[in-house]
């Protein structure tokens, strides 16, 4: 993930499947190297840490090899304990304020949600990023909010830090999105369930965004 939001207008924020098939791995390589990734987050909500851990040590490396930020779901200390490139964490995932202190250096992305109120608090607070969703109908996770375009060009206008948009996000539906001002778009099925692979899945998420940029 840069540093300088301008030096893209908007590129992918790969999110992983909430469980890992069978030669993941392999599959995560393909999908890198297709195509421009900004980040990827492990989100593996039901898993042990024991089983946490190990997806780090294994998809960890392929991501850096990549220059593909590594980023984990909700646990901030393991997130430090095994030197991940940052953490991402709702809004109950603990102290905020404790996790920047923590990961000093690295990145910090909050959640959101559709409110204003809640991504200045994070601002304010030092996030490197802050997410916005859920703006489609998703099946990844129960969204019981629902984002606004007018949020993310609200966001785009007043304020540096950037924006991820996240939420049952295509190559179909992007472009408003794109064009409303978010700096990131975090996606799950349409890469892992594409049709014809991850690495098509990637392709087709980067033109839909080159198009709409």
């Known amino acids: 993930m840069s540093d300088d939001p301008a030096e893209a207008p908007c590129r992918l924020y790969l999110i992983t499947p909430p469980v890992l098939p069978a030669g993941f791995a392999d599959r995560l390589a393909a999908a890198l190297d297709a195509g421009d990734v900004a980040c990827l987050q492990l989100r593996l909500k039901d898993a042990a840490p024991d089983e946490v851990r190990r997806a780090i040590e294994t998809l960890m490396p392929i991501a850096q090899a990549r220059d593909v930020a ?3 779901n909700d646990d901030a200390v393991l997130a ?3 030197d991940c490139d940052g ?3 709702g809004q109950s995932d603990g102290d905020h304020a404790g996790a ?3 990961l000093a250096g690295k990145i910090l992305g909050i959640t959101c949600h559709d409110s204003r109120h809640l991504a200045m608090k994070a601002g304010e607070m030092g996030a490197d990023y ?3 969703g859920a703006f489609f109908p998703t099946t990844t996770k129960e969204a019981s909010h629902r984002a606004e375009l007018g949020l993310l060009e609200w966001w785009s206008d007043v304020f540096t830090v ?3 948009a996240i939420g049952g996000i295509t190559a179909a539906n992007c472009a408003p999105l794109v064009e ?3 700096d990131f778009l975090a996606v799950v099925g349409a890469v892992w ?3 014809e692979g991850p690495a098509a899945g990637v392709r087709a998420m980067n033109a839909a965004i080159a198009a709409a940029g």
Request: no cysteine.
């Open 180 to 182: 409303a001002g978010a």
């Open 87 to 89: 953490v991402h964490l």
């Open 162 to 164: 950037p924006s991820v």
């Open 80 to 82: 430090a304990e095994m």
């Open 100 to 102: 920047r202190m923590l």
């Open 193 to 195: 369930n594409h049709p």
């Open 130 to 132: 802050v997410a916005f």
């Open 70 to 72: 590594f980023i984990l």
